[in-house]
């Protein structure tokens, strides 16, 4: 498939995402962005082996690039690690957390009105503690979508000027 074709499936798959937030259904919008950033991150792996795969450091290493600088000129702090943990929870148990959860902050979805996120956000501290000690990272589904559309932007123009990744289409 040439980049027109690939980059016309993930518009669509961006739309389905959009879509389903018009629709107020948020958790299938972000399990389909999770598992768009899997596929996203194998294009941008050297290992085309499907067996060889290492997901979670693909998983990462595409998030770090991509998705994270966008976050984080939204305001956000938080790892690759803890998105993908988010993405295991989300694409096995569709819950909150995950298998290697350990001491690793979960990922909250916020929705609505951004000035009342920032108002749950000072809470974390007195949540957390009555949580047990278990810490969160809260994020907009807006700012999440947005920045996973950014990112695959910025994505898709690295692959235009880069003849290897180009070759594994």
Not at 127 to 156: A, C, M, P, Q, W
């Amino acid at each position: 498939m040439d980049l027109d074709g690939v980059a016309e499936k993930y518009a669509q798959t961006i739309k389905a995402i959009l879509m389903c937030g018009e629709n107020k259904c948020f958790e299938p919008a972000v399990r389909l962005l999770y598992s768009s950033i899997d596929s996203l991150s194998w294009l941008y792996s050297d290992q085309m082996d499907l067996n060889k795969r290492k997901v979670k450091k693909e998983y990462e290493k595409w998030v770090n690039d991509f998705l994270l600088p966008e976050l984080e000129r939204r305001g956000y702090e938080c790892t690759a690690t803890e998105l993908y943990l988010a993405r295991c929870s989300q694409l096995h148990t569709f819950s909150a957390v995950a298998k290697n959860q350990n001491n690793t902050r979960i990922i909250a979805y916020a929705l609505g009105d951004k000035e009342i996120m920032v108002k749950d956000i000072q809470k974390l501290p007195e949540i957390e503690k009555i949580s047990g000690g278990i810490r969160f990272v809260i994020i907009h589904i807006g700012d999440l979508v947005n920045s996973f559309v950014d990112g695959t932007h910025e994505f898709f123009k690295l692959i235009e000027n880069n003849k290897e990744l180009l070759n594994k289409l």
